[in-house]
């Protein structure tokens, strides 16, 4: 048998997966119902797409952040090393949950919530319920969805890896990381943008000395274009590539993963 | 089976917990793996399952290296650790979720252990004792028929009544095809149990041998008279008597007293591990 996949061996290390979370997720999930249908009670049966999303995400980080429950004690750590899957397929288990079935969920969650919200405005208001169309409530912001989705996953994988390298306090310690990087990658990137355009307009301003004042404007604008296209794609590629090295990293982690006899 | 060459292991530079161990586990016996705390009964399992990495040397399972912890090489071993946390789930949905990784996991063999120790059916495993935990564990741990079982202070946590019924359940687990690493420093549970000695100390083997051949080379004395102690390498007072081991030299076999064998080459380790060279 394939000793990095197998779909048998995978399917049953994926059951074994859903049998163990089941119980939690079902909880969380129950909480995120509640609180969505909350907001769109009050948000007149609907919710933004900031607010929808920023749940979204906090769910799906501090899921990623208790992977480190299988790692954290050393009893769980023994249990999750020597359950006869690959550490590939254990990885896999946890990446699709993060990266499919949560968002899945959460559009459950949505779903259901938007019909508790109903519910609940009408019995407050004591009118009858006015059933709306699925996610009526839901408000999305498409030039906003591409962004959400890089750095949902590039996030996610931050904090998978996170899971893999502090055990204790994941979410805290990840979050802090996740900080001062952001801030560090933020300054490199606004000297950079700096730098960028600084040196645009130094060139387009040579190569047009001879134009008229209305072409120089229309080529400082081509120049401004380009420069905020080619920075979404770097964005994009940055993004892809951070969170595919994070998913490297974890995995990396993971496969060397020891128990150390004298920590308790 | 298993092979263990030149295997060094430390917690920090040269600090050696373990240093060039040499061995074998073959299958079809009983390894009662013995030392004091701290000499690294727990670590060297936990080497042996891939848990841990080996600073210099090597272990194989069948040529493979444990550290690389392939599912195949997996789905052959079991290991019961020390502490363990057992799922919120029922026995039924436990032993459904874990078995399919084991292909020589029988049903019919866990209901058979659960019956030995008394065992039912539960709903919620985490709600009971830690010592029906541990005999849950130790039911399905044997069901597995892996052809390696490592277990770490199996008895611990266990009633008297429980340790009776654990040899018991060993003695049932027990085949040709398989070989069960005990480790443990209540040598009385074991007694009867085991057909080879492994005893860390001081960092090393101090004695990898089967009990027909320790009960060849040293006799084993149980008296009230103290004159009887003659000529013993180890000797100590207890309750009932006097307890002692001397050198074979009638040929007649005595049961093997673990204790005192153990007590006897931790303070004695020479005298004792030249008999065996």
């Known amino acids: ?264 | 089976m298993l092979k263990v060459e030149e295997m060094t292991f430390s917690y920090k530079r040269n600090e050696y917990l373990l240093n060039r161990l040499n061995f074998d586990i073959t299958p079809g016996g009983v390894y009662g793996l013995l030392g004091k705390n701290g000499s690294g009964k727990s670590t060297l399992l936990y080497l042996m399952t891939g848990l841990m990495f080996p600073k210099i040397g090597h272990i194989y399972i069948d040529g493979i290296e444990p550290r690389k912890r392939l599912p195949d090489m997996l789905s052959q071993l079991y290991l019961l650790p020390e502490e363990y946390d057992l799922p919120a789930t029922s026995v039924d949905e436990f032993v459904k979720r874990n078995a399919a990784f084991y292909p020589r996991f029988s049903r019919e063999d866990f209901d058979r252990y659960m019956d030995i120790f008394d065992l039912e059916s539960v709903k919620n495993m985490q709600r009971v004792s830690m010592g029906q935990k541990k005999k849950y564990l130790v039911s399905f741990a044997l069901a597995t028929n892996t052809a390696l079982l490592f277990m770490d202070e199996p008895t611990n946590g266990m009633d008297i009544p429980s340790k009776s019924q654990f040899r018991k359940a060993i003695a049932l687990g027990m085949n040709d095809e398989r070989s069960i690493v005990i480790s443990t420093h209540q040598v009385r549970d074991l007694e009867s149990m085991i057909d080879r000695v492994l005893i860390l100390h001081n960092h090393s083997m101090l004695l990898n041998e089967s009990t027909l051949r320790i009960a060849e080379k040293l006799e084993f004395v149980n008296t009230t008279d103290k004159e009887e102690l003659d000529g013993c390498i180890y000797s100590a007072f207890t309750p009932a008597g006097f307890v002692g081991v001397r050198p074979n030299t009638t040929g007649a076999e005595t049961p093997v007293d673990l204790e005192v064998l153990f007590n006897a080459i931790i303070t004695n380790p020479e005298t004792i591990t030249n008999r065996f060279v």
């Open chain 1, 1 to 264: 048998m394939n000793q990095i996949f197998s779909p048998a061996r995978f399917g049953a290390y994926a059951m074994r997966f859903v049998s163990q979370k089941s119980k939690n997720c079902l909880l969380m999930y129950v909480v995120v119902t509640g609180v969505l249908a909350i907001l769109m009670a009050l948000g007149g049966q609907s919710i933004d797409f900031f607010p929808m999303t920023a749940i979204l995400f906090i769910v799906a980080v501090v899921e990623a952040s208790r992977f480190s429950n299988n790692i954290e004690p050393r009893s769980m750590k023994i249990g999750f090393l020597l359950v006869p899957a690959s550490q590939f397929e254990k990885m896999l288990a946890s990446v699709l949950y993060l990266f499919i079935a949560v968002p899945l969920l959460y559009i459950v969650a949505l779903l259901v919530a938007q019909y508790v919200a109903m519910f609940l405005v009408a019995l407050f208001t004591l009118t009858p319920p006015q059933w709306a169309a699925p996610f009526h409530a839901v408000t999305i912001n498409s030039d906003m969805l591409p962004w959400f989705c890089l750095s949902y996953y590039s996030s996610v994988s931050f904090y998978l890896m996170g899971a893999t390298i502090w055990t204790r306090n994941t979410f805290l310690k990840t979050t802090v990381v996740n900080l001062l990087l952001g801030f560090v990658i933020l300054i490199i990137i606004s000297i950079s943008a700096m730098a960028f355009t600084l040196q645009s307009d130094i060139f387009t301003a040579l190569g047009s000395i001879s134009y008229t004042n209305d072409n120089i404007s229309r080529l400082s604008q081509n120049v401004r274009y380009d420069i905020e296209s080619v920075f979404v794609t770097f964005g994009y590629i940055v993004s892809i590539l951070f969170t595919i090295g994070y998913l490297v990293i974890a995995y990396l982690r993971i496969t060397e993963l020891e128990v150390n006899e004298t920590k308790r």
